[in-house]
T-cell receptor, first 114, second 116 residues
Framework: AQSVTQLGSHVSVSEGALVLLRCNYS??????LFWYVQYPNQGLQLLLK??????LVKGINGFEAEFKKSETSFHLTKPSAHMSDAAEYFC????????????FGQGTELSVKP | EPEVTQTPSHQVTQMGQEVILRCVPI?????FYWYRQILGQKVEFLVS????????KSEIFDDQFSVERPDGSNFTLKIRSTKLEDSAMYFC??????????????FGPGTRLTVL
């Protein structure tokens, strides 16, 4: 069965600092991986997705993620944090064998200090 | 830009009452999903729906839950007899294709269900 683990339920960075949110997956087949962001009182918005075309994926708002098969990881990074990046971030894997459901990690809350 | 909408944004109900959560998926999408997020926990899959029938359901989706696409635009989740533990944020999502590299699901803003 596929699963996703996000290390760190809460990450705090200073404005302008590097953002690194960790995600490891477990999958018996080539995975389709996603990062979603949830701003307070809003729904889930797709940040980026890995679809096997390239291991380094660029998303919206300056975020990117690198797929590393050897490490079964798909960590999310941003070189310079902005106050508006404060939100909950979810890593997810698509279950390609059935109805295409998304299996989510537990989420990481990102705080950005001025 | 097309978006998934959900109503109501917040629903308060008494334990044992029936609730219906409504969603309007993006118009040309074919696959529909319900997820829920209990406060402080991760987003969990409930059910997927395609071609007017359930494709897959989780163990959470027991006989108290049902889904329907009554009129070709709305997609509803019904909970027949709510329990306290049903209190959660419920998200509807839709996608134009099934699994695969283009399986991007678009999420609605959610309905917060509070069961008293």
């Amino acid at each position: 069965a596929q699963s996703v683990t996000q290390l760190g339920s809460h990450v705090s960075v200073s404005e302008g600092a590097l953002v690194l949110l960790r995600c490891n997956y477990s999958s018996s087949v080539p995975p389709y991986l996603f990062w979603y962001v949830q701003y307070p009182n809003q729904g889930l918005q797709l940040l980026l997705k890995y679809t096997s075309a390239a291991t380094l994926v660029k998303g919206i708002n300056g975020f990117e993620a690198e797929f590393k098969k050897s490490e079964t990881s798909f960590h999310l990074t941003k070189p310079s944090a902005h106050m508006s990046d404060a939100a909950e971030y979810f890593c997810a894997v698509s279950d390609n064998n059935q109805g295409g459901k998304l299996i989510f990690g537990q989420g990481t809350e990102l705080s950005v200090k001025p | 830009e097309p978006e998934v909408t959900q109503t109501p944004s917040h629903q308060v109900t008494q334990m044992g009452q029936e609730v219906i959560l409504r969603c309007v998926p993006i118009s040309n999408h074919l696959y529909f999903y319900w997820y829920r997020q209990i406060l402080g926990q991760k987003v969990e899959f409930l059910v997927s729906f395609y071609n007017n029938e359930i494709s897959e359901k989780s163990e959470i989706f027991d006989d108290q839950f049902s889904v329907e696409r009554p009129d070709g635009s709305n997609f509803t989740l019904k909970i027949r007899s709510t329990k306290l533990e049903d209190s959660a944020m419920y998200f509807c999502a839709s996608s134009p294709q099934l699994a695969g590299e283009f399986n991007e699901q678009f999420f609605g803003p959610g309905t917060r269900l509070t069961v008293l």
